[in-house]
């Protein structure tokens, strides 16, 4: 291996690539590198396997097609043991196909080039791939406290992104500053994001249109930002499209141009999940902060420094440990047990989980389903007061 080539799965990621000379290697990578980091918009993460074929192609050992037919092979040849693993073939499979939609020089502007978009990339991996969800869905979202966006109904799906489309083909960007036009952009894409004309896959879709999009404009398109601010992203395209009038909240492009202008102004906003969160800036109510219970640390963890107690009320150092660990991801069980460096579940669930949920800093990413295959845990609203104190 050349001092160019270098193992994605070790640890190095595709930036190594974006630095080289070769634009097509710099191309491949970009468009490998988006379609890693879009899958963190539903949580989950390729294989080491996906990245090591990635590294292949993008050095010109196979082709894009070569690369999702032996992503295919492996997992034709490979059982699923757990939930997990069929988290991960998703990952996987999608990545690929989003690198190859990527890498093509080719964009349909049109209901038909956005259904077929969505076909695209979750062929293989839904059954629906492609198709216009029948039912309506509501999604308990982390940005709103588990409040739902109002998405269009059923049959009203395809009226909506027929009216979208034609509305913006017969818009005019001409004369517009590049301030108006990402107003612009934001809107649309905004809109076109709320019909949520599909089961699952809506964002990953809404993100691939929106660069083909961008590009088919004569914007030159740095995917790093949908590439490393995915959830951002969505959590961006939520608070455009919620409004809770009863709580004076009112929807609000604000975010998501602050990401456009980022992406096509070189502009360097702070995008932070939190300030996102409907409630990130309210104070907590006297005397109504629960008081976490002191728990015993894990032999298997090192003995932590003891801590002043907070404002927060907790002097509960695996609390505080967790929050630092949280910050602004959502994590499963296993990635957190990980990044702690602990192997004993039971202990992890008694001294670190429980108390940092029962006192309210902590939840989970579906609280009315425990045992759901893609739960998550996050910081609620006061564990980012508590972050913040911590710093």
Do not use: C
């Not at 757990?82 to 073939?89: H, N, V």
């Not at 039912?135 to 049959?155: C, H, R």
């Not at 027929?162 to 108006?180: N, P, V």
Request: charged share 25%.
């Amino acid at each position: 291996m050349t001092d160019n080539k270098r193992k994605l799965g070790t640890g190095t990621d595709f930036d190594v690539y974006l630095r080289q000379t070769e634009p097509h290697m710099r191309e491949r990578a970009a468009s490998w590198k988006t379609a890693v980091g879009l899958q963190a918009v539903d949580g989950l993460k390729t294989s080491e396997y996906l990245l090591e074929t990635a590294r292949r192609h993008i050095e010109g050992d196979i082709s894009i097609d070569e690369a999702r037919k032996l992503i295919d092979a492996y997992y034709q040849a490979k059982p699923r043991r757990i939930e997990q693993d069929a988290k991960t073939e998703e990952a996987d499979r999608v990545s690929a196909n989003i690198a190859k939609l990527l890498n093509e020089r080719t964009f349909s502007f049109s209901p038909v080039g956005y259904i077929t978009l969505h076909r695209r990339i979750f062929e293989g991996v839904f059954k629906f791939a492609g198709q216009i969800r029948d039912y309506n869905i509501t999604k308990k979202e982390w940005v709103l406290n588990s409040n739902t966006v109002l998405y269009a109904g059923a049959d009203e799906i395809r009226p909506a992104l027929e009216h979208d489309f034609a509305k913006e083909a017969a818009f005019s960007y001409q004369g517009l500053s590049l301030i108006d036009m990402i107003r612009h952009i934001a809107k649309f894409v905004a809109n076109l994001w709320q019909i949520h004309a599909f089961g699952e896959g809506n964002t990953r879709t809404t993100a691939v249109f929106t660069i083909k999009y961008l590009r088919s404009m004569g914007f030159e398109v740095n995917n790093d930002l949908f590439a490393e601010h995915s959830w951002y992203f969505r959590n961006a395209l939520v608070r455009a499209n919620y409004h809770n009038f009863k709580e004076n909240i009112n929807p609000t492009l604000e975010f998501l141009e602050r990401f456009f202008q980022n992406l096509l102004m070189d502009e360097h906003h702070e995008l932070k999940n939190r300030h996102m969160l409907v409630n990130a800036h309210d104070k907590l109510p006297a005397n109504k902060t629960p008081q976490a219970t002191p728990q015993a640390t894990p032999q298997a963890t090192p003995q932590a420094t003891p801590q002043v107690a907070s404002k927060l009320n907790t002097d509960n150092p695996n609390i505080l440990k967790l929050v630092a660990v949280l910050e602004e991801k959502q994590m499963t069980l296993r990635e957190m047990l990980g990044t702690l460096h602990l192997r004993d579940r039971k202990n992890f669930l008694e001294a670190y989980l429980r108390p940092a949920i029962e006192a309210g800093f902590v939840r989970l990413l579906y609280p009315e389903s425990p045992r759901h295959p893609r739960q998550q845990y996050l910081l609620t609203a006061k564990g980012f007061a508590l972050l913040e104190e911590q710093r």
